[in-house]
């Protein structure tokens, strides 16, 4: 039976066929199980000379069984390695992460520049009064911009802070505290019309009110205006840019804005051409036009239209701070100037990344914002490029 059990483990070409000789050795109607069963009826002297014999044969069994499934395991797992490779310079897969908004992402670019030439951060309320929205800068009872049609007009409120409804997305309006324009014959303070600002112009009001000359600021932030198609919404984002002190020409302006769209796109060959444009803030006043080429059908900023191949689009918008904007402020025009402009922080976004609608923006659409988006930990540096 020894010899028979042990030519029955050797031979086991599996696990499974190892574990049928245990069953038939040792198992409950097992061969070795069964002479075990017989010592019961022996008398001692009997048992004394049998048990030994049956016992070893049992030890036997059982770690030839133990070994001989050790063997099989090991050739197992060694198969399967060699069958199921990893390679291991194949890159893994990245858990979901959040990333970050090309508009963002583009604030942080320009963060970059400005502050590289100079430039502070300067912010406000999205809810302003008409006199730092219009009436500070110049805007004339009359301008288009006052018009219902084109402007988000909120709840009116007494001179005590009463109102009627929430004005808009639980923000609060500016009260009659520090930078309030004083109250004047010409101004009815009782009741005092609110907007959604139309530009983060008001930001510069507030600034110049509040500090004095020189001011060296960008004013980045929402803004609101009744519009939407495709490259229009009633919510957008505006970057504008402020400089007041003494001497300051044309010059200087355009300068700055050179310096700026070169480093935010990148490129040695931005062309610009300033064109004459009214803004009632700025005298005398220019839209900024840079310089396209088409490659592959594709509008691609950079070159000169001069030579063909190409032409030219609007920026953005700037001229010298009109002297009643500064004289509303509390400087003397005679010995304060400075230069102001503006342009839409998603605009710059879709030039620069070649997108083609404004509207996805604000969608939330998870497969866009993968497609676009910057990852967390690629900061924007002039020394390692604007571009993450």
């Known amino acids: 039976m020894r010899a ?18 245990r069953v038939h050795a040792l198992g ?44 099989l395991e090991a050739r197992a797992l060694a198969a399967k390695l060699a069958s199921e490779r990893v390679d291991l310079t194949l890159p893994v897969d990245r858990p979901a992460a959040g ?37 500070a800068l110049n805007i004339p009872e009359t301008h288009p911009a006052r018009a219902m049609h084109d402007t988000f007009y909120a709840q009116r409120r007494s001179q005590q802070g009463e109102t009627s409804a929430s004005a808009a997305g639980g923000a609060e309006a500016p009260s009659d505290g520090a930078g309030a324009p004083p109250a004047g014959p010409e101004q009815d303070r009782t009741v005092e019309r609110f907007v959604l600002r139309t530009h983060t112009s008001p930001v510069q009001i507030r600034t110049m009110m509040a500090q004095k000359p020189p001011i060296r ?9 009744s519009d ?52 009632p803030f700025t005298e005398p006043s220019a839209e900024v036009d840079i310089g396209y080429t088409l490659e592959k059908g594709r509008r691609v900023v950079g070159g000169d239209p001069a030579k063909g191949n190409g032409g030219w689009m609007e920026v953005l918008g700037s001229g010298m701070v009109h002297p009643k904007v500064i004289e509303a402020c509390g400087l003397d025009p005679n010995e304060w100037q400075g230069f102001a402009f503006g342009t839409g922080v998603d605009r710059l976004a879709m030039l620069k990344y070649g997108m083609d609608d404004l509207r996805p923006f604000f969608d939330g659409d998870l497969r866009w914002l993968k497609h676009y988006g910057f990852s967390a930990l690629d900061v924007p540096t002039l020394s390692g490029g604007v571009t993450a």
């Open 217 to 225: 600021i960008i004013a980045p932030g929402r803004v609101y205006r």
């Open 228 to 279: 939407s198609d495709a490259t229009h919404t009633p919510m957008f984002h505006q970057i504008e840019g402020l400089v007041i002190d003494r001497g300051i020409h044309m010059g200087h302006l355009k300068w700055t804005l050179e310096t700026f769209l070169k480093a935010y796109f990148e490129r040695d060959d931005i062309v610009l051409r300033l064109r004459p444009s009214y803004f």
């Open 4 to 21: 028979d059990l042990l030519a029955a483990i050797d031979a086991s070409a599996g696990i499974d066929a190892l574990e049928a000789v």
């Open 28 to 71: 409950k109607q097992g061969a070795i199980t069964g002479l075990l069963k017989t010592l019961g009826a022996l008398s001692p002297e009997e048992r004394q000379t049998v048990a030994p014999g049956i016992h070893a044969l049992r030890e036997a069994v059982t770690h030839a069984i133990g070994v001989r499934k050790a063997d």
């Open 99 to 135: 990333g970050v908004h090309p508009v963002a992402q583009v604030m942080d670019e320009l963060a970059e520049i400005f502050a590289d030439l100079g430039f502070a951060v300067a912010t406000g309320p999205e809810i302003e009064d008409d006199w730092h929205n219009f009436t």
